[in-house]
């Protein structure tokens, strides 16, 4: 049964962002940037279990064999490399300004950071824990996901998204989406991409074929779409960061309903995803 | 309230899509984009701030004025100083600055191995109680704005600015921003090393300036008020026009406190005598009360450059007189 309401609220200290499963799927981590915390709440009822202090976690993620909890730290310019069973800080990285998203290659040897203030995408060796290169990516790049061998990069400030060669970094192609590309997704069976698009003015949900990576439909969403979950009945929920709501939308149709939820809605994460095969990342499924 | 606040979210996200990230964007700022949703909805409770004080005091000015002027000339330029202070560049500069160097802190104590606490984190009663938060942090800064205007009066030096604040003879709800921009400068500093120190969130930081500045207008408003056996609670226009009153401006002056008269309480500085006093600082040049903006300011100056000269040859512990 779904009302559509707001049923509970927990709390965390200032500004909870992007979200991680642990591997045992128990517990589902917040990342509360200027809080300096990762809030744990059970990914069932919402509920708090507890908090750690760890340094301005802004986007995070368990890399695929969850040895290792990457964070990257906005404010502070830092990639800290955590244990991904105990949380410990194993390695820290200063590899350019304001790391924003992240993603990991499938066999767990690298992760591609994107540096939002830098322009760049940097990635990482996580068996040697050295860095393995740094490029050009664009202008502001945000969203960052691996697909199909290749690593796809949002560029906020040119509205679209770039594809880079996990190997050497060169950029390989190139797609319009909509202004202020921010944050991109696959479906659960592997047939669209969805790239938020956050403004200025209209801003959008563009979905793509992830083979040719043209653009299928676009929805006019407002607010600033940012972090999107796709729902088993198909509907789509959208952050709306600064319209305090998300939105449920139908991709069938491209109608949406909307929620009123509070302050800056950031992450989302749908209970029915703890049935999901594999290791189940805001992003998209392995 | 939650209503409001998201009518206040609503207006500052179209101010930001349609006003503010196209010239982010413009000049290639993008980077910033999360940032400028704040800008705006620290404007639009600058906004609404001032349009709350005007609703509110306007119709009891005209209600129960304490003084009738002839006219309200000296009021103008009290205008100007509301409108730079709280809306717009003023609040987000101060977000900027705030943010910048709180980040620049963190990331020091982060790399020598230490986490910064916040406030929630060493009260855990305070996780998910955000208004007793807010209003703990209102409480503190409160109390060490005490401090600032108890010494303001204090050394000759500072004085020579804050008279610009007392030389107003037609005190009203605007009153509250007319300061000295150095006065202004060491207020904004001091402020702000307390929030730094108690880990305020860059957000709240100029919000909080805000709050009590809301409580600081209705204290100046030119209004026969007092709150009765509330008194002790919360600064209220007979409260602080006893501070503004012609006797108190300078050394002996009583009633510093602006938000919550408590501490003139503990520290016995508090006169709740219910008088209405007329306000100025007889000694004061007449351009303090009645000059223009940049003349106030210039005078200002001037007076801080001699005093400080005086302070200066007796050692740098002269008093104002
Ligand atoms: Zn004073
Ligand atoms: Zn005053």
Redesign the interface.
């Known amino acids: 049964m779904t009302t559509h309401q707001v049923v509970s609220t927990?709390?965390a200290?200032?500004?909870p962002s992007h979200w991680a499963l642990t591997p045992d799927r128990s517990q589902l981590l917040v990342a509360d940037a200027?809080?300096?915390?990762l809030f744990m709440y059970d990914p069932r009822t919402g509920a708090l279990l507890g908090h750690k202090?760890?340094?301005?976690p802004y986007q995070i993620g368990y890399t695929p064999d969850n040895r290792y909890f990457v964070v990257n730290a906005l404010?502070?310019?830092?990639v800290d490399v955590y244990d991904g069973a105990t949380l410990e800080l194993v390695k820290r990285f200063k590899p350019g300004r304001?790391p924003s998203h992240l993603d990991f290659s499938p066999d767990s040897r690298w992760s591609f950071n994107s540096m939002?203030?830098s322009d760049t995408l940097v990635s990482l060796d996580l068996t040697t824990m050295t860095e393995r290169w740094c490029v050009k990516a664009g202008?502001?790049p945000a969203g960052v996901l691996w697909l199909n061998g290749r690593v796809l990069v949002c560029l906020?400030?040119e509205g679209g998204i770039v594809e880079v060669d996990p190997i050497k970094g060169g950029i390989t192609r190139w797609q319009k989406t909509g202004?202020?590309a921010h944050n991109i997704f696959l479906d659960e069976q592997r047939h669209i991409l969805y790239v938020s698009n956050?403004?200025?003015?209209q801003?959008s949900l563009t979905a793509l074929d992830p083979i040719t990576l043209k653009p299928i439909r676009a929805y006019p969403i407002p607010?600033?779409p940012d972090d999107i979950a796709i729902a088993p009945d198909g509907k789509i929920w959208i952050a709306q960061?600064?319209?305090?709501s998300v939105a449920v939308l139908d991709p069938e149709t491209g109608d949406y309903t909307t929620i009123?939820v509070?302050?800056?809605p950031h992450g989302i994460f749908l209970s029915t995803m703890l049935k999901q095969k594999g290791q189940v990342t805001a992003e998209r499924l392995r | 309230m939650?209503s409001l606040?998201?009518l206040f979210?609503?207006i500052?996200?179209y101010m930001?899509?349609?006003a503010?990230?196209?010239v982010?964007?413009y000049f290639?700022w993008?980077?910033w984009?999360d940032l400028a949703?704040d800008w705006c909805l620290i404007c639009v409770y600058g906004l609404f701030a001032v349009l709350v004080t005007y609703a509110i005091c306007v119709p009891l000015e005209l209600w129960r004025p304490v003084e009738r002027w002839p006219d309200k000339k000296a009021v103008a330029v009290d205008v100007l100083y509301t409108l730079l202070n709280r809306v717009g560049v003023v609040p987000i500069v101060t977000f900027v600055l705030f943010y910048q160097v709180q980040?620049w802190a963190?990331?020091f104590l982060?790399e020598r191995g230490f986490?910064?606490?916040?406030l929630?984190?060493l009260v855990p009663f305070l996780?998910?109680r955000p208004m007793l938060t807010f209003l703990i942090y209102a409480l503190i800064l409160d109390f060490a704005d005490y401090w600032r205007h108890r010494l303001s009066h204090s050394f000759r030096w500072w004085y020579a600015l804050h008279a610009l604040h007392h030389a107003q003879r037609q005190m009203s709800f605007w009153s509250d921003d007319r300061n000295h921009l150095i006065d202004d400068t060491i207020s904004f500093l001091w402020f702000f090393v307390i929030g730094l120190i108690i880990g305020i969130?860059?957000l709240q930081f100029p919000l909080l300036v805000l709050a009590l500045k809301f409580v600081e207008s209705l204290s100046h408003a030119n209004i026969r008020l007092s709150f009765g056996p509330l008194e002790w609670l919360l600064v209220s226009p007979r409260f602080h026009r006893f501070h503004h009153g012609l006797r108190a401006a300078g050394r002996n002056s009583c009633n510093y406190a602006s938000v919550f008269p408590v501490w003139d309480i503990m520290f016995r500085t508090a006169d709740f005598r219910d008088e209405y006093l007329p306000t100025g600082d007889a000694r004061a040049p007449e351009a303090l009360a009645t000059g223009s903006y940049v003349a106030q300011q210039a005078t200002g100056l001037k007076l801080f450059w001699q005093a400080l000269g005086k302070s200066w040859a007796s050692l740098g512990i002269g008093r104002a007189a």
Do not use: C, K
């Open positions: 927990a709390p200290y200032r500004e200027s809080g300096n915390a202090r760890i340094a301005d404010r502070l310019d830092f304001w939002q203030n202008t502001t906020m400030g202004d202020g956050r403004g200025p003015g801003t607010g600033g960061r600064f319209a305090e009123p509070g302050r800056s | 939650q606040d998201r979210s609503i500052a996200g930001d899509q349609w503010v990230l196209p982010l964007y290639h993008m980077a984009d949703f980040t963190t990331g982060v986490i910064p606490p916040t929630e984190s996780l998910g969130p860059p």
